[in-house]
């Protein structure tokens, strides 16, 4: 299996900050990587796939990058609507893994 | 418009059989790459990625958890359903499932509003 791992756990940040979340596989996955964000109680929901392109109606404040092993998530400007837990997930092998989360709150 | 909604029991016993079913409406499960899969997350930890079904019924399952999971398709009733055996409380979760995406990397872009089971005695 693919192991996967998110940096860092958690942060704090203020609104119109720039925030940067880190993925990692334990092997190379090409662009095989999706962002999802989940806030409490709440689905999961699609904001990268392929490691950098932008999902349908996903403000442009996101984007993603990367290929191989190591990937980014960028908020340009952080929003109040965007505090809330980060998922990376490797879609390249079975089983499709996903990352421990990075939480984003508020400073 | 595509929608999944996940149903079930909210409450199970240990050793019971588990089966929850995905109706969803929006895409056909006949449309080539597309898949329905079952994602859980026990209250305040990670995803967790289960099990898989693609438009062809060809089914790919978690390693660690394939002995016990069961994923099948009732294409004419636009439903997909899962089942998991001897159920334990370490299975309590919110269990979603999630629309693959044809034409793409495997991304799971629609998501159903979960279901929480409880496995108690």
């Known amino acids: 299996d693919i192991q996967m791992t998110q940096s860092p756990s958690s942060l704090s940040a203020s609104v119109g900050d720039r925030v940067t979340i880190t993925c990692r596989a334990s092997?190379?996955?090409?662009?095989?990587l999706n962002w999802y964000q989940q806030k409490p109680g709440k689905a999961p929901k699609l904001l990268i796939y392929?490691?950098?392109s932008l999902q349908s109606g996903v403000p442009s404040r996101f984007s993603g990058s990367g290929s191989g092993t190591d990937f980014t998530l960028t908020i340009s400007s952080l929003q109040p609507e965007d505090f809330a837990t980060y998922y990376c997930?490797?879609?390249?092998?079975?089983?499709?893994?996903f990352g421990p989360g990075t939480k984003v709150d508020i400073k | 418009q595509i929608t999944l909604k996940e149903s079930g029991p909210t409450l199970v016993k240990p050793t019971q059989t588990l089966t929850l079913t995905c109706t969803f409406s929006?895409?056909?499960?006949?449309?080539?790459?597309?898949?329905v899969g079952w994602i859980r997350q026990p209250p305040g930890k990670a995803l967790e990625w289960l099990a898989l079904i693609y438009w062809d019924d060809d089914k790919r399952y978690s390693p660690s958890l394939k002995s016990r999971l069961t994923i099948t398709k009732d294409t004419s009733k636009n439903q997909v359903v899962l089942t998991m055996t001897n159920m334990d409380p370490v299975d309590t979760a919110t269990y979603y499932c999630?629309?693959?995406?044809?034409?793409?990397?495997?991304?799971?872009?629609?998501w159903g509003q979960g279901t929480l089971v409880t496995v108690s005695s």
């Open positions: 999630a629309h693959r995406r044809g034409a793409g990397f495997g991304e799971l872009d629609y």
């Open positions: 092997q190379s996955i090409s662009s095989y």
């Open positions: 929006g895409f056909s499960l006949s449309t080539s790459g597309v898949g």
């Open positions: 997930q490797q879609s390249y092998s079975t089983p499709p893994s």
């Open positions: 392929a490691a950098s």
